[in-house]
């Protein structure tokens, strides 16, 4: 039987096939959120009416998110369909690369870890520190100077809005008045279960003191005690030193991911 491509707007089936691999499948969840999915659209493949693999585009940044699940056979019928954004930015399970770049010239990616914790299995450090704070929306221009002192980390990170600031879960350690340390929210679903750990940052002269340990862990104790069962985040394989600081707090490595820009190639035939 052929598989059948088709676009889903059905929640609960989504969220049946989502909620076999939660960790794995957490920005798609994510993407479910009210204000989200909005901005998202899924393609499912459907082989005699079960849903095999899944296609998400996120439409809220430019170029769009492209997020692939499913075994290889049904993520290349997704693909070969040609409905496809003709330029994206994938974040995929690293075993869909090949399947990919059947489809899209994506010439260069980064090699990421999918962690995870658990409330059973989180760590939270036992000491704390005066200057470790929730931040809200007022802390915009702070953030952005925190990265105006390292060009490196403006080059990697941007400033979240103050709005986005106000609605999600950010921390941050202050010092003489200055950020210096700070860690916030990729996704945050409390009604999926599920959200993510994003924008990690200390500044260079203040690493090695724990604060990106103690960030982290204020992120992540706030996302369990608003009823999230997992929370995830993603982290180039080879920062060790992250990976250290988040393996303390009970985070595990779920899956190798991979990420990075696409342009479909014209020669496929399929658009």
């Given at each position: 039987m052929k598989p059948q491509i088709r676009v889903i707007t059905d929640k609960p089936l989504l969220r049946s096939y989502f909620n076999h691999d939660p960790a794995l499948c957490g920005y798609a969840l994510g993407d479910m959120e009210a204000t989200m999915w909005q901005m998202t659209t899924y393609r499912g493949c459907f082989l005699d009416e079960n849903?095999?693999?899944?296609?998400?585009?996120?439409?809220?940044?430019n170029p769009p998110v492209l997020l692939l699940f499913g075994p290889e056979a049904f993520v290349a019928s997704l693909l070969s369909a040609g409905d496809l954004p003709r330029t994206v930015f994938y974040m995929l399970p690293a075993e869909h690369l090949a399947v990919l770049q059947r489809y899209y010239e994506a010439p260069e990616y980064d090699l990421l870890w999918r962690m995870a914790v658990s409330p059973e299995t989180f760590r939270p450090p036992t000491k704390t520190i005066s200057g470790l704070r929730p931040l809200n929306g007022s802390d915009a221009a702070s953030w952005d100077q925190l990265f105006r002192r390292d060009p490196g980390g403006q080059v990697t990170m941007t400033t979240p809005t103050a709005s986005r600031?106000?609605?999600?879960?950010?921390?941050?350690?202050?010092?003489?008045?200055?950020?210096?340390?700070?860690?916030?929210?990729?996704?945050?679903?409390?009604?999926?279960?599920?959200?993510?750990?994003?924008?990690?940052?200390?500044?260079?002269?203040?690493?090695?003191?724990?604060?990106?340990?103690l960030t982290t862990a204020a992120v992540t104790a706030r996302f369990f005690e608003m009823g999230v069962k997992t929370v995830i985040l993603n982290v180039l394989q080879e920062n060790k030193p992250a990976i250290h600081v988040y393996k303390k707090l009970g985070y595990h490595i779920h899956a190798p991911i991979i990420e990075g820009p696409a342009k479909w190639r014209i020669n496929t035939g399929t658009l």
């Open positions: 849903l095999v693999a899944v296609a998400v585009e996120w439409h809220g940044a600031l106000a609605s999600g879960v950010y921390f941050g350690i202050e010092e003489a008045g200055e950020l210096v340390a700070v860690a916030g929210t990729h996704v945050s679903a409390p009604s999926e279960g599920i959200a993510a750990v994003g924008s990690v940052y200390t500044r260079p002269d203040k690493r090695g003191q724990g604060y990106a340990t």
